[in-house]
């Protein structure tokens, strides 16, 4: 690309020749020898080999090894793609992309990459994530029917047998006395007035009967004496021979009903029965919204309206639904009144007629929801709502946050309305079934 000048024409030295010179002199012409052009650069490269790069119409030198007239003028640079592979994963062949800079400084691509299929199904390998470690929690010990009730009797057992440790903790000969100070005992543990009576007669005829004499006696016979009373109670659920049973639950307001409604058709549903519910409280805020929420968690299907339609509305379709469904279970919701309010008490008898429109049997049961904590009170409540509706049986609520469970004996005393179950905290498996025996013998551990 280079041409020698005249020494005649031009004064300047072989070793002055500049690249500008050389590039004026042959812009439009083509070196006929290059052989000339190369031993010149050797000369004049001889010192610091050099190469040429051009910059545009501009040339400047780049030190670089030495070069032959063999050896065209270029600078290779190689960039090599590393792929990263996984551990334990079969080494891969992978070709390197070869990147070459002419004279000019234009990129020619010599050796294209090239992945093999080794290559790929390494690539493709995704790193493997390992979660945290979660600590195992340890599952909570199981905890029989007998020690739940005991546990949630234990403020009324605190209450009651502190009173009754200290009159049985002296031998005594039974006497009047000795039968007043036991009744001025059990009227302190609010057990009801009635109660108290009907065992001060029973002691005083066995006392007289010589069937006990002694103070130490009195424990056993008072104990068993309560366990055949409350025996007689029908605490089972009528179920009946054709599907579905209809449960109408009752009670005035904040005593629990959703909560109980939700424990009982856990209850049912772990009987292995098949339980519908109906959202007939539609008068109170999120009453519905707590309802189905309850309905998910324990797995039972819900029925319901908007909020303030007619709750007999809501009431009938749930009957027609259970039907259509094979519900074998329907557990109806109603709105919590309060029993000294008549024309509230009028519209739950009125309830209570659709529903044996539709069924004439029904409802099979009317079970009242009490809360334990308003003690004797709730006999007041059930006596009114027994008029009513006919109540068929007590859910006593809350009995595990009050030392007031002695209610149960003034409810057989009294309105004769068996206890069927019992709430004994909040989760839907603190619920028992009453059990007469396991309620005495908590009472008095």
Known sequence: MFSKKNKNTNNKKEEDITFDDANKTNQDKHVKSNGSVWSKLKRFTAEAPKTVVWEGDRARLVPVSPITPETPVKKTIEEKKQIVIPKETPAVELKTETIALDVKGKETVSVLPEVTPKAEEAISVQPEITAPEVPIKEKPPVINSDEKLKKGLEKTRGRFWSRLKGFFS?????????????????????????????????????????????????YDFIKNMLKEDLRTWQTDIHYTATPPTVIMIVGVNGVGKTTAIAKLANYLIKDGRKVMVAAGDTFRAAAIDQLEVWSKRVGAELVKHKTGSDPAAVVYDAMEASVARGIEVLIIDTAGRLHTKENLMNELSKIKRVISKRIPSAPHEVLMVLDATTGQNAISQAKMFKQAVDVTGIFLAKLDGTAKGGIVLGMRSEIDIPVKFVGIGEKPDDMEKFNPDAFVDALFE
């Open 170 to 218: 002296f031998r005594r000969k039974i006497d009047d006395s000795v039968i007043e100070e036991l009744e001025d005992i059990l009227i302190g543990a609010d057990i009801g007035a009635r109660p108290v009576q009907n065992i001060i007669e029973h002691i005083r005829e066995a006392w007289k009967s010589k069937t006990i004499t002694e103070t130490t006696q009195i």
